[in-house]
C-alpha cells in the first residue's frame, strides 16, 4: 500500500531563513507521481509541483526548490529565504498512476514570523 | 490562471438527503478531480472525471454514494448521497488539462462546505 510521511507536523521560522520540508513516501509501482500543494489559512488549495518517478532533477522555481530522491523514497521541499506569505499547510502526495490511488501525507504547517 | 467556482459555498443539511455540488471551469479541461478535506486534516480523492467516460473511484468510495456526472469540458457535478454527519466536510473541485494551453497546472475550487446534521 502507499503512504506518504510528513514527519514534521509544525515549524516556526523567522523571516529569511531557508527551510526545508520533508516528504518521504512508500510504494511498490516504478512508476508514480509525487506532488506538493500548498493550502494557507484563506484555504484555497495551491498546487506547488509534480514530478514523475523517471525524473529525478532537482526543481528550482523561485525560492522554491525541491529534492527528489529514490534512493531515500524522498521528496524534500525548500523555501528559500522564507517570507511571512509563505505561511501555509504544505501537503506532500503520491500516485501511482496520474489521477489514480492518490495519497496525501498529513501535512506540515509552516509559520514564519516577522 | 483558471477560474472555477463550486456552488453551493456551503450548505447545511439533515441526514438521510442527498446533495449537489457543481464544479464550473472557464477552459475546457480533460481531467476533473473530486477530493474531500476534513476539518483539519488531510485531503483525499474521491474520484476523477474524464469527459466521455465513467469516473474513475478511489478505495472506499463508490458511485452509488458519490454518484458523478461530467457532461462537457468545462462542468461536472459530485452528488453525496443518504448523507450522514461522518460527510461533513469540505468538498473540493480540481480541474487541469486545459486544451487551449499546454499547461500542467493543477487549478482548485474555491470548496463546498457541508455539515450534516
Known amino acids: 500500500a502507499q503512504k506518504v510521511t510528513q514527519a514534521q507536523t509544525e515549524i516556526s521560522v523567522v523571516e529569511k531563513e531557508d527551510v526545508t520540508l520533508d516528504c518521504v513516501y512508500e510504494?511498490?509501482?516504478?512508476?508514480?507521481?509525487l506532488f506538493w500543494y500548498k493550502q494557507p489559512p484563506s484555504g484555497e488549495l495551491v498546487f506547488l509541483i509534480r514530478?514523475?518517478?523517471?525524473?529525478?532533477q532537482n526543481e528550482i522555481s523561485g525560492r522554491y526548490s525541491w529534492n527528489f530522491q529514490k534512493s531515500t523514497s524522498s521528496f524534500n521541499f525548500t523555501i528559500t529565504a522564507s517570507q511571512v506569505v509563505d505561511s501555509a499547510v504544505y501537503f506532500c502526495?503520491?500516485?501511482?498512476?496520474?489521477?489514480?490511488?492518490?495519497?496525501f501525507g498529513p501535512g506540515t504547517r509552516l509559520s514564519v514570523l516577522p | 490562471s483558471a477560474v472555477i467556482s463550486q456552488k453551493p459555498s456551503r450548505d447545511i443539511c439533515q441526514r438521510g438527503t442527498s446533495l449537489t455540488i457543481q464544479c464550473q471551469v472557464d477552459?475546457?479541461?480533460?481531467?476533473m478531480f473530486w477530493y474531500r478535506q476534513q476539518p483539519g486534516q488531510s485531503l483525499t480523492l474521491i474520484a476523477t472525471?474524464?469527459?466521455?467516460?465513467?469516473?474513475?473511484?478511489e478505495s472506499g468510495f463508490v458511485i452509488d454514494k458519490f454518484p458523478i456526472s461530467r457532461p462537457n469540458l468545462t462542468f461536472s457535478t459530485l452528488t453525496v448521497s443518504n448523507m450522514s454527519p461522518e460527510d461533513s466536510s469540505i468538498y473540493l473541485c480540481?480541474?487541469?488539462?486545459?486544451?487551449?494551453?499546454?499547461?500542467?497546472?493543477?487549478?482548485f475550487g474555491p470548496g463546498t462546505r457541508l455539515l450534516v446534521l
Open positions: 472525471a474524464n469527459q466521455g467516460s465513467e469516473a474513475t473511484y
Open positions: 502526495a503520491l500516485s501511482e498512476a496520474y489521477g489514480q490511488n492518490f495519497v
Open positions: 514530478r514523475n518517478s523517471f525524473d529525478e
Open positions: 510504494t511498490r509501482d516504478t512508476t508514480y507521481y
Open positions: 480540481s480541474v487541469e488539462g486545459f486544451l487551449a494551453t499546454s499547461k500542467e497546472t493543477q487549478y
Open positions: 477552459s475546457q479541461v480533460t481531467m
